[in-house]
């Protein structure tokens, strides 16, 4: 279950704020100063904070400054009653992930707090960090030793230093918010924001909001003025993560917006000029979508300025031992272990799987057999079985194994096929999310909530 803390003097908000987090599946503590949060993050372990702008004993951009100089990659939200632009642009410079306002619309605030979880950038350990150990906390991806990772390298190198719009194209899991992170680094504008936006997560309605904001009464539920993510990336890049399932309005809006250089909140009339380097991420052929009428073709060729493919972790095996050297370092600070390595046997069974879920998977595997291991070596023995026994299955009512008891549990026994059946369409689909709740007959926000559920995000 994700913790929450929540900074902010104001008794009766956080026990609100927590009441509703908490029904939520979020496990939440509060600090009421500055001084009582700062301790709290250095005791114990979160996976976000929440900070009200104006604490008691300091403000709330100084205590983002002051958490986010130990903790790099610790997502953090700025809550405020004082909607200002120039503030919030401010708190994303200074590294918050989000700048909402008050009163908290608790849709708005759950959705920043799932896209802040979401972000690649947490699930490096969020352990203090000091300014010569920056290059540690990177992964080892553009150093690989297979032809095809530095293929990836030496397009990253050539398009970084330019403004060229970029898509990067891979299944998920491949690392394509890292290639979009490291094109920003060695950029011009590495010392300006660097902004995520994930399309999978933001509904229709959401999306013009969320890129662009909105003025207060604009739609029901607009309580206060919002700042988009393209006003957050001003002077820095924008990266959009599952492109493709953005609405056909909002692909117009996004359209205007780069080839105007401006952009237009909800609800106003005034346009607003924006500097912001646009990076794209799609686990889906852009092009064919454009062919197939699934996404703008004028959309596609403003953006298709340049292509990196994020070539599968099953083509470039000579890269796993590298990456397994990382998750396992990784994983003994997260789990306060000492593995020293893996056994032979196992570095071979690893290299011959097909990683459907690419690093993101084998990252998880890695996790779990640094948990499991009580000895100096990871062994077979805590590996999953679909690695060390690989199987060809597909989910049937043959398949299904029903207990033989006399008190059989029907829901049990329909969860189980649920899961199994949304698993082996995930993989089949490449886990490509939209076009798995096609084929399952269902909309994105129920397969997300089941992939929750089942603990399969």
Not at 157 to 172: D, F
Not at 343 to 357: D, F, I, N, R, T
């Amino acid at each position: 279950m994700p913790r929450v803390l929540i900074i902010d003097d104001d008794p009766a908000f956080c026990t609100l704020l927590r009441n509703f987090l908490t029904k939520n599946n979020y496990e939440t503590q509060e600090a009421y100063s500055a001084k009582e949060g700062i301790r709290a993050v250095y005791d114990q372990s979160f996976d976000i904070i929440l900070i009200d702008y104006r604490l008691p004993d300091m403000d709330g951009l100084e205590l983002l400054k002051n958490i986010k100089k130990r903790y790099l990659h610790l997502p953090v939200i700025i809550m405020t009653n004082y909607a200002n632009i120039k503030t919030a642009v401010k708190a994303m410079q200074l590294g918050a992930f989000e700048y909402v306002t008050k009163p908290i619309n608790p849709d708005e605030i759950l959705l920043s707090i799932r896209n802040a979880l979401n972000e690649k950038k947490s699930e490096a350990p969020a352990i203090p960090q000091a300014p010569t150990t920056k290059a540690t906390t990177k992964l080892p991806f553009v150093q690989g030793v297979s032809q095809s990772s530095q293929e990836v390298k030496k397009h990253i190198e050539l398009v970084a230093p330019t403004n060229i719009s970029v898509i990067v194209q891979g299944e998920s899991g491949t690392g394509k918010e890292y290639v979009s992170r490291m094109i920003h680094q060695k950029s011009q504008r590495s010392d300006k924001p660097f902004v995520a936006v994930d399309c999978g997560a933001l509904s229709e309605e959401l999306a013009a909001s969320e890129l662009f904001g909105h003025l207060k009464g604009s739609f029901t539920g607009a309580l206060q003025d919002k700042v988009g993510q393209f006003q957050a990336a001003n002077g820095g890049t924008l990266f959009l993560d599952e492109i493709g399932n953005l609405s056909y309005e909002n692909q117009i809006k996004l359209l205007r917006a780069i080839q105007e250089r401006t952009i237009r909140q909800v609800g106003s009339t005034k346009d607003i000029k924006v500097d912001v380097r646009l990076i794209v991420a799609t686990n889906d052929n852009l092009e064919q979508a454009a062919k197939d009428g699934r996404f703008r073709d004028d959309l596609f060729h403003r953006l298709n300025e340049f292509q990196i493919s994020v070539p599968p972790l099953r083509e470039r095996s000579r890269d796993i031992p590298l990456f397994l050297d990382h998750f396992l370092h990784q994983s003994n600070e997260e789990l306060n272990k000492n593995v020293g390595g893996f056994a032979p046997e196992v570095v071979e069974k690893l290299q011959a799987y097909s990683w459907p879920g690419n690093i993101r998977e084998l990252k998880n595997v890695v996790r779990r057999a640094v948990l499991l291991t009580s000895g100096d070596l990871v062994t077979l023995e805590v590996l999953p079985t679909e690695i060390t026994s690989p199987v060809t299955a597909s989910v049937t009512s043959d398949s299904i194994s029903v207990p033989t008891t006399d008190n059989p549990d029907l829901k049990a026994i329909q969860e189980k096929t649920e899961k199994a059946l949304i698993e082996e369409t995930l993989i089949k689909v490449r886990y490509n999310k939209t076009q798995a709740a096609k084929v399952l007959n269902i909309d994105r926000k129920t397969l997300y909530n089941k992939l929750k559920r089942y603990n399969l995000e």
